[in-house]
């Protein structure tokens, strides 16, 4: 079966140093901001899909109509994966979210750190309008995880937040050790809570002659295995790699070309179009770590 990955919206009330919308702000001084179309949306994935709504550049709560995107997409019977950083709603906001999800639903905070830390990395985080919005979901039919990002600065809080995530009543604590330290080696934590793939990543990219045997896991069988991605704008991309700003404008999925927006086309024709189908051959071909569309676009064999 088909799955998504869905940005509902690239707007976000955080600056996370090491978040692609905050590379792109520095870099060019200016954001992109948008919201995805909910009639849109909803007839393109149609019923019983499998959506993991987070974006490479936004958080899905600050889609103005975030409850009535959710409650279409319930009404058709999908399963929903949030992700957000859980900041700036109100307690009756989450408590209409709470009756719109159910048992297959799943809603990740991404808390990295306690009070006095989780803002260092998460910046402009409000940890009161997280505390709320947890405590307004005690009672509730999904499933709800913590994620924590071990950082410099947090990783001695790895434990105690561990222990605060049962006494809150989450379901999971999932420590995400991070791959994402170009340019910003000062937030890095000891290398015990560094993901071993950074050592590739930067070898890729300091080393023209560094070489690794890859296989891209964007399709298996000749069917697409990794979840499509659609952007805040309605943008149609295999995979999420190459929906980020470093890539969106140099590749053949540009949305100048307008081709492969979820406004005028439908899963099928897009999945038929001849490119679609091509990039999806080529990436059969891609053997070595220089050849992938981006060095996370692949496992190490
Ligand atoms: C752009 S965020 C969108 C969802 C939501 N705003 C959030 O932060 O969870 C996409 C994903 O990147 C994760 N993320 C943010 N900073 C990261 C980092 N430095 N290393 C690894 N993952 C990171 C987020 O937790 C989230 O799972
Ligand atoms: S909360 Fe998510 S979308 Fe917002 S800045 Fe941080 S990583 Fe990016």
């Known amino acids: 079966m088909v799955n998504f990955h869905i940005e509902p919206t690239s707007k976000c009330t955080l600056e996370c140093p090491l978040c692609d919308r905050t590379w792109f702000y520095e870099t060019f001084k200016k954001r992109n901001l948008h919201e995805i179309n909910i009639e849109h949306l909803v007839k393109f994935v149609g ?3 499998q959506i993991s709504m987070c974006g490479n550049n936004g958080d899905p709560i600050y889609h103005s109509r975030f409850h009535q995107l959710c409650k279409k997409l319930k009404d058709n019977n999908c399963a929903l994966h ?22 297959d639903d799943c809603i990740t905070f991404a808390i990295d750190g306690l009070e006095d830390t989780n803002h260092l990395y998460r910046k402009n985080a409000k940890w009161n309008s997280i505390m709320n919005a ?22 001695h809080q790895i434990l105690a937040a561990g222990q605060l995530s049962k006494e809150l009543g989450f379901d999971e604590f999932k420590l995400l050790q991070s791959d994402r330290w170009l340019g910003k080696t000062e937030l890095m934590p000891d290398r015990e809570f560094v993901d071993s793939y950074y050592e590739h990543q930067e070898e890729v990219l300091i080393s023209p002659k560094y070489s690794t045997d890859m296989e891209p896991y ?3 069988n000749n069917e697409p295995s990794n979840q499509l991605y659609i952007d805040a704008e309605g ?21 100048k070309q ?10 099928n024709g897009i999945l038929q179009n001849t490119k679609v189908k091509d990039f999806f051959e080529s990436t059969k071909q891609f053997t070595s770590a220089h050849e992938c569309c981006k060095i996370q676009c692949g496992v190490k064999k």
């Not at 949030?82 to 048992?103: D, R």
């Not at 509730?140 to 990002?149: D, L, S, Y």
């Not at 307008?258 to 899963?267: E, G, M, P, R, V």
């Open 258 to 267: 307008n081709k492969f927006n979820i406004k005028d086309s439908t899963l």
């Open 134 to 155: 947890i405590e307004s979901l005690k009672e509730r039919k999904f499933k709800m995880v913590w994620q924590f990002i071990p950082f410099k600065h947090n990783q």
């Open 218 to 220: 964007c399709i298996k």
């Open 47 to 49: 019923p019983n899909a």
């Open 82 to 103: 949030i992700h957000t950083n859980g900041s700036a709603k109100t307690k009756a906001w989450w408590s209409k979210l709470n009756q719109i999800l159910n048992k």
């Open 235 to 255: 943008d149609f991309y295999p995979c999420c790699w190459i929906g980020t700003y470093r890539y969106k404008f140099k590749h053949i999925f540009s949305p």
